[in-house]
């Protein structure tokens, strides 16, 4: 699992210095930003399936008929969702001069929610065979790459490179799915309305909990996007894809063991988790320290130089991120506790807009705004603390 998010991360990275000196970092930034854009309706899309899902795979491996039939209610619910996503997406794009302008490059980042229709990743999961996902969709970006170098020539050309980018996520995800049903050997059947409605409800609490942890993380894009511009953006999205990388290894422990583990969890384990995911959070540091600057002047032509400096910072939620991703995993969700979830992603996100107000009115910069998104994290562990002890006196 922690190979497939390195290959989509390193992927992006390794043809990241040809294609930000071809088509500029404005025409980069304005792909980031679409993209962004573009990720909201993912998550809406998504709804939180996923966790809820992987679990009720893990805990009945071998039930056949119960994995064809959240195949089918999962992917028909997604559907739903992806009509209701495009007519609001028409709607905006109509409404709003920046998106109108740029149609092209907003409508290409948003037909990546075809992807998130078909991509059964909580399946994968659930049955820990990840690998079968991972290799799919390296085989899709390593056929994108030809043709990427082929047509990506100047700025003009940033719709080629979205063009590219999607459909090599489409096609990999509509491959994973026909991979899943056949794995299933169970003919897949339309769900009824009242089961979409069930499920919807069920996942409520982790929808939501997405939706604000995604609004949190693509509003730093939007942010920077309109208050600074869009090479601004190529700027903290080059900080982001370093820290990124190494970070990687240590952010999917947690949900690559879930399934594992969910079912016999005790405090002892958690703790051992917490310590091992720390000191492998210091090393991502410390290589992020040592070998950024090299990447920067390795990647891109362009003055980019703060892009180290913003990767330093972002280097700390190396550690804080995967510790309030144990609270969630191995505490708040098996003793369904899934309100908490949600609660602790409401503080993060008005911390982060508080704390970035404040950070703004004191220096006029990107770094008030990262250190913004690294301060709030470090107010979610606290949080989770807090929440965990209510567990434990009840």
Request: with cysteine; net charge positive; proline share 3%.
């Amino acid at each position: 699992m922690t190979s497939l998010q390195i290959i989509n991360s390193f992927f992006y990275l390794l043809i990241y210095p040809f294609v930000i000196n071809q088509v500029g970092a404005e025409s980069f930034g304005l792909f980031v930003f679409a993209s962004s854009i573009a990720a909201y309706f993912a998550v809406f899309i998504n709804f939180g399936f996923d966790i809820h899902t992987a679990k009720l795979i893990s805990t009945e491996p071998n039930n056949k008929k119960l994995h064809s039939s959240l195949l089918s209610l999962i992917t028909v619910s997604k559907i739903f969702l992806a009509l209701i996503s495009t007519l609001l997406f028409c709607i905006i794009v109509f409404c709003l001069p920046t998106l109108n302008s740029n149609w092209k490059i907003f409508s290409l980042c948003f037909a990546n929610i075809m992807s998130c229709v078909f991509l059964p990743t909580w399946y994968f999961h659930g049955i820990q065979k990840m690998k079968i996902l991972t290799i799919t969709q390296l085989f899709f970006k390593a056929l994108s790459l030809p043709a990427i170098y082929l047509f990506v020539k100047d700025k003009t050309d940033i719709e080629w490179y979205a063009f590219f980018v999607i459909s090599s996520n489409i096609l990999s995800s509509v491959t994973a799915f026909f991979l899943a049903s056949h794995l299933i050997r169970i003919r897949l059947t339309p769900p009824s309305i009242s089961d979409i409605k069930l499920i919807l409800h069920e996942v409520q609490p982790f929808f939501w909990s997405g939706a604000v942890s995604t609004f949190k993380q693509r509003s730093i894009e939007i942010i920077i996007g309109s208050m600074f511009g869009m090479r601004e953006v190529a700027i903290y999205d080059l900080a982001n894809k370093i820290f990124s990388v190494p970070s990687l290894v240590v952010s999917n422990i947690n949900s690559a063991i879930f399934p594992a583990l969910v079912k016999n969890i005790n405090h002892n384990t958690i703790k051992m988790i917490i310590k091992a995911e720390t000191f492998v959070g210091l090393l991502c540091i410390i290589s992020i320290a040592l070998l950024g600057d090299w990447i920067v002047d390795l990647v891109s032509t362009h003055n980019m130089r703060d892009s180290y400096y913003l990767s330093i910072l972002l280097s700390l939620n190396v550690i804080t991120y995967p510790i309030v991703s144990s609270y969630i995993y191995f505490i708040f969700v098996p003793h369904k506790k899934y309100d908490f979830v949600l609660k602790n992603q409401i503080i993060s996100l008005f911390s982060f807009f508080l704390l970035c107000s404040i950070y703004l009115l004191l220096s006029w910069s990107i770094f008030s705004i990262v250190f913004a998104l690294v301060s709030s994290a470090a107010l979610e562990i606290l949080y989770c603390i807090y929440l965990t002890r209510k567990i434990n006196n009840h």
